[in-house]
């Protein structure tokens, strides 16, 4: 296997480790931690935001430090950190506890996301950068379709799945330390620190917020509505996420699809599709059928998406890859951060419907900001 295929394996599996489990399975299980923890729907928000929360520190601090200490370092540390999170969701015995853990597992992910961009700049041909980034990325939707058959063999022991989930970014940590370059790419001595925000990552800025404002509204609540709407359980919860992970590895596509329309059009497209997914799942009167759509529709445009954006943030700084990504990727992880709770807030003070219905529009206002001339299709082939 090429050094650039044995990246793209393992990167996959890093980030379908600490987004699909650390991250997102929260929501998954979040009806059973709530029986066993008695959370309400406002606590269980700030909880979820708390896990965005920690992503938008660690996606800053692993920018810095992967450009000072190598990939290898930093990604061996996501998979550790995303293990101590996950022990400890396990072993949370009260609602404090369990932000705690669930913030340090979801810094988790902002961790793994920069030195991954590093490593592909480092050992990857410039042509296959972009086609090995999105592969990389689309590992989120592995992570959440594996997330939905453990949660249907647990049933309702979520301590132990995450347990397991624990055990499998051990195993990944050790798959890392053999497999990411020891360095990146060096950057220039008038590039360190802070970029300059320029046009295309201002309008970067703006997208990738509302759209992680309004994708919050499954990630975090969307095994609770279905739970409402049809009255599933662990079993019908399960099923859902893994129509989201199934359809969300078609992300894998997105730089190919960047590379052949555009930004702008890519960026619509899978923006109406992610709306759509909400309100088909959200929805007063959705049906299984309807619901099982609309989550495949969310996971494969919100994976799209990201996608979409980790094109724009490196195509935009192109001599700083880590640093491009960990714009688009805080950014859409701060609009995570004030949705949830504001989702929550919408279901305890008004009604379910109302919420989905806001936050099915918010995705939309996303499509305003244009990715700007200098990142047509032609650009944003790596």
């Known amino acids: 296997m090429s050094p ?53 520190v660690a996606i800053v601090v692993s920018a810095h430090l992967t450009e000072r200490l ?21 072993a949370a015995p009260s609602s404090l506890w369990l932000a705690g853990a669930v913030m340090l597992a979801g ?18 041909k410039p042509a296959r950068q972009g086609a090995t980034n999105t592969i990389i990325n689309a590992g989120t939707g592995a992570g959440v379709v594996l997330s939905g058959p453990v949660a249907l063999l ?18 990944m940590a050790i ?3 053999f497999s990411v370059p020891v360095n990146a790419k060096p950057v220039g001595g008038s590039e360190k620190g802070l970029p300059r925000i320029n046009k295309a990552l201002k309008r970067l800025i703006i997208a990738s917020f509302l759209m992680g404002a309004s994708s919050t509204a499954l990630w975090s609540f969307g095994s609770q509505l279905v739970t409402l709407r049809l009255g599933w359980g662990h079993t019908g919860v399960g099923l859902l996420w893994i129509a989201i992970g199934a359809a969300g590895m078609a992300g894998a596509w997105a730089g190919s699809l960047v590379a052949r329309f555009g930004i702008d059009r890519t960026h619509w497209l899978f923006l ?5 997914g909400i309100f088909l799942v959200g929805f007063e009167g959705t049906t299984p059928a309807l619901s099982l759509l609309g989550g495949a529709l969310f996971g494969m445009a919100y994976i ?6 980790l094109v724009w943030g490196v195509s935009a700084l192109p001599s700083r890859p880590a640093t491009g990504l960990m714009i688009g990727f805080l950014t859409i992880a701060i609009g995570q951060t004030l949705g949830a709770p504001l989702f929550g807030l ?8 109302y919420a989905v219905i806001t936050f099915a529009l918010l995705a939309f206002t996303a499509g305003l900001s244009k990715s700007g001339k200098a990142l047509k299709a032609g650009r944003c082939k790596q």
């Open 272 to 276: 109406g599709a992610l709306a759509g």
């Open 4 to 56: 650039g295929m044995t990246l793209g394996t393992v990167g996959f599996g890093l980030i379908a480790i600490c987004y699909g489990f650390a991250r997102f399975a929260f929501g998954l299980f979040l009806p059973q931690i709530d029986a066993d923890l008695s959370l309400s729907s406002t606590v269980g928000g700030l909880i979820s935001g708390g896990s965005f929360l920690g992503y938008c």
């Open 107 to 124: 810094s988790s992910t902002g961790l793994a996301s920069p030195p991954m961009a590093a490593a592909v700049d480092a050992a990857v």
């Open 346 to 353: 919408l279901m305890d003070q008004l009604a379910p419907t």
């Open 304 to 309: 799209m998406l990201t996608g979409v954006y």
């Open 70 to 90: 190598g990939p290898r370092v930093v990604a061996t540390g996501a998979a550790l950190v995303a293990a101590v999170g996950m022990i400890g969701i396990a």
């Open 154 to 171: 647990m049933g309702g022991h979520w301590r132990v799945a995450f347990l397991v989930f624990a055990a499998t970014a051990l195993c």
């Open 175 to 177: 798959a890392v330390a």
